[in-house]
């Protein structure tokens, strides 16, 4: 019964280090992959390595009668023209109250694509 023991507590043992070298193993990885992610960050916290699109937006066309989407296109389109600096705008709503379609308008709008905007990122 003891040597049974004795047995037990080595294989228990040996699990517990084969697991331990697994975490420490794992937890190496995933600091690898934080130091890659915190190379992308410059001092100002901005991703340096942006990708531009050259060219108006890539999206599909707007539909062409959207009601009730003219005050928030005329807003969006005033954010986004206001600073020439980078900037992040959210568009957010429930679902099916027109986001897709908003931002869908903005691409297509006459006024952005005569913009010095040089992309403009729609995902």
């Known amino acids: 019964m003891q ?4 047995k037990d507590d080595k294989k228990i043992s040996e699990q517990v280090d084969e697991r331990g070298a697994n975490i420490q193993t794992d937890n190496k990885k995933i600091l690898e992959q934080v130091e890659e992610i915190g ?9 340096s390595n942006q990708v531009e699109f050259d060219g108006p937006c890539l999206v ?5 009668i ?3 989407l003219d005050a928030p296109l005329k807003e969006l389109r005033t954010e986004l023209v206001k600073d020439e600096g980078m900037q992040v705008i959210v568009v957010s709503a429930p679902g099916g109250a027109g986001k897709t379609t908003l931002v869908k308008k903005l691409c297509a709008d006459n006024e952005i694509k005569g913009t010095n ?4 990122l729609y995902l």
């Not at 190379?39 to 991703?47: A, E, L, Q, W």
């Not at 599909?60 to 062409?64: A, G, L, M, N």
């Not at 905007?117 to 403009?120: A, C, G, M, N, V």
């Open 3 to 6: 040597t049974e023991l004795i």
């Open 39 to 47: 190379k992308k960050f410059d001092r100002d916290g901005v991703v």
């Open 60 to 64: 599909p066309d707007p539909q062409e």
């Open 66 to 68: 959207t009601p009730g």
């Open 117 to 120: 905007l040089h992309y403009l």
